[in-house]
């Protein structure tokens, strides 16, 4: 069976340390599915990222992820140049707004995204239902068969003070999500990712309080209130298996904005046990809407961390915008 020329990134790290134990099978299956390979790991953050855009400009025609979450992240983000955010970008009264409709530059549009789960959380993977184990997954890779999916960009204030523009392939938050990715990742992921994400998002509730806000919406609504979280869901899980976003489609063009609005104590106590099972759209001040732009901007000096595909990388005001058909994703 042809295959695509293909470019693999691992991340030795993800999965507690289960890319590196356990890479010497891993690999015979690649090359089992595979006719032409190559392979390079990640030294650090941000590397995955440099390693595919210089397999795209080498002439690689897929790229395949091999790690969590984070990992995935990472190498889409390569799929595009780098955006220079004081040319697209500019932060007028408190948000950032978006100039002459700006997207980012792929690299290769014909380029294709593949991707192994081995990390943590795995809610990419439970989206697009590649619930299977590594040699099922990794047998996916093999043919030339794809399907055009949709990718969230987002623009937001960075650790280090100016505008930085990140991608997303599945969820983006604003609110506890972003103070629980900063827990999660910082504790050690061998119980695996309910249990690490549950663990994170309990101890985060005792300190959270809900945090002034003002959300726009496609530029039609305006929101203004104290929000537990507000969700720009491209897919449907986060947080390890949160049903966050039931029916968000990744090719339908639209994000699913699910808002948790100033949720008394009582009401957010139990709520990460609701949203499992996808019960939390009954609660009052839960509502959800479609929308293709949405913007945030902190009110009364709050501090508003950002959760993008389970990293956080900054914080608000912060701009989210969907890319339709924005990348080809490896299939069966």
């Known amino acids: 069976m042809p295959s695509f020329r293909t470019f693999v990134i691992a991340n030795p790290q993800s999965g507690a340390g289960s890319v590196k134990r356990e890479w010497e099978p891993v690999e015979r299956l690649l090359r089992a599915q595979i006719e032409t390979l190559d392979i390079a790991f990640t030294e650090g953050p941000g590397h995955a990222t440099l390693l595919a855009r210089e397999a795209l400009k080498a ?15 990472e190498v889409v983000n390569g799929f595009f140049e ?4 004081k040319e697209n970008f500019t932060l007028e009264d408190g948000f950032i707004r978006r100039q002459d409709k700006y997207l980012p530059t792929p690299i290769n549009p014909d380029a294709v995204f593949g991707f192994v789960p081995m990390g943590t959380g795995g809610d990419f993977r439970r989206t697009v239902g590649a619930m299977g184990g590594v040699n099922e997954t990794i047998k996916l890779l093999g043919g030339t068969n794809f399907r055009q999916i949709d ?43 309910k249990l690490s994400f549950g663990l994170a998002s309990s101890v985060t509730w005792f300190k959270y309080q809900n945090r002034p806000l003002t959300v726009r919406i496609d530029d039609l609504e305006e929101l203004q209130d104290r929000f537990f979280n507000v969700v720009i869901a491209n897919g449907e899980y986060f947080g390890g298996g949160m049903w966050v976003a039931p029916g968000a489609q990744l090719d339908d063009g639209k994000f699913q904005v699910v808002i948790f609005s100033d949720l008394p104590r009582k009401e957010s106590a139990t709520l990460i046990r609701k949203i499992y099972k996808a019960e939390h759209l009954g609660i009052e001040g839960v509502s959800r809407r479609n929308a293709t732009t949405v913007a945030i901007r902190p009110e ?18 912060a701009t989210f915008f969907m890319h339709p058909k924005a990348i080809r994703l490896k299939t069966a």
């Open 82 to 85: 780098k955006t220079d955010t």
């Open 300 to 317: 009364s000096n709050s501090t508003l961390f950002l959760d993008l595909d389970g990293e956080s990388p900054g914080q608000a005001p």
């Open 151 to 193: 990718l969230g960009h987002s623009v937001y204030v960075s650790e280090r003070g100016p505008l930085e523009f990140r991608t997303f392939v599945n969820v983006a938050s604003g609110g506890i999500g972003g103070l629980v990715d900063r827990m999660t990742n910082s504790m050690w992921k061998g119980l695996g990712g």
């Open 59 to 73: 002439g690689w025609e897929m790229v395949v992820a091999v790690g969590g979450d984070g990992t995935i992240n």
